[in-house]
């Protein structure tokens, strides 16, 4: 009977879903994800309509157990893992920033994007420093991973021999032209330069449409 009904909501909620009503949708989606939870579909569509980049994440994660061997699923895994990723830097939630795009480096050794932004939330300038030299290993005129290395590069050649590294400090480099307005992001960092070549980028990618849905995104789930 539960099965009968998860099928029928289901059936509902792609109907909905192709008329843009995505709030109903999603609400059809997750009365049937609670209903039939190895439905593979209905996890599928939850993620794509979903607003909620973490929600999209866990939904195409429950996608991927049922089927592992879905590679569609898997890209769109990873987009949505990197958008949300984004969303928790934005809204200054770091760490959890960091395990997010961390797996996304593990899955995409050559996901530039994910590189960058993971330097944009590290802590330390020893990992901001790896990570900005993997992008420039992936794209050796990524203009912003030259600036951010750059900089560290020059902090640590300021700091005498045999001490102990400080602190990267508020400090005032030469700005680099951005390329896209910058916004407000009230991302705090342990430079001013950071600061900026984070909010910078950020709002770069949400121009860009990098927190569209994974179906908007990978259309190919839309039509599973």
């Keep these: 009977m539960s ?40 996890w599928l569509w939850l993620g794509g309509v979903t607003e909620q980049p973490l929600e999209a994440v866990h939904a195409l994660e429950q996608a991927l157990k049922i089927n592992p061997n ?47 932004w993971l330097a944009g939330v590290s802590d330390k300038p020893e990992e901001a420093s790896a990570n900005l030299q993997q992008v420039l290993r992936l794209n050796p005129n990524n203009q912003r991973a030259k600036a951010g290395l750059e900089y560290y590069q020059s902090r640590q050649t300021a700091t005498p021999p045999n001490s102990t590294a400080p602190a990267v400090r508020p400090v005032t480099p030469p700005a680099e032209p951005p390329t896209t307005p910058i916004r407000s992001a009230s991302i705090p960092s342990s430079s001013a330069f950071f600061r900026r070549y984070r909010t910078a980028h950020f709002t770069s990618f949400t121009q860009a449409g990098n927190l569209a849905s994974p179906v908007s995104r990978y259309p190919t789930l839309a039509t599973m």
């Design 3 to 42: 099965q009968t009904r998860a099928l029928e909501l289901l059936r509902d909620a792609i109907a909905l879903a192709k008329a843009n009503e995505k709030s109903r949708a999603r609400d059809l989606l997750r009365e049937a994800a609670s209903l039939e939870a190895n439905n593979e579909n209905i």
């Design 70 to 116: 879905n590679e569609r699923v898997r890209t769109g895994l990873n987009a949505s893992r990197l958008n949300a990723g984004i969303a928790a830097a934005r809204a200054n939630q770091r760490e959890q920033a960091r395990e997010l795009l961390k797996v996304v480096c593990a899955d995409e050794p050559n996901n530039e994007n994910a590189w960058l």
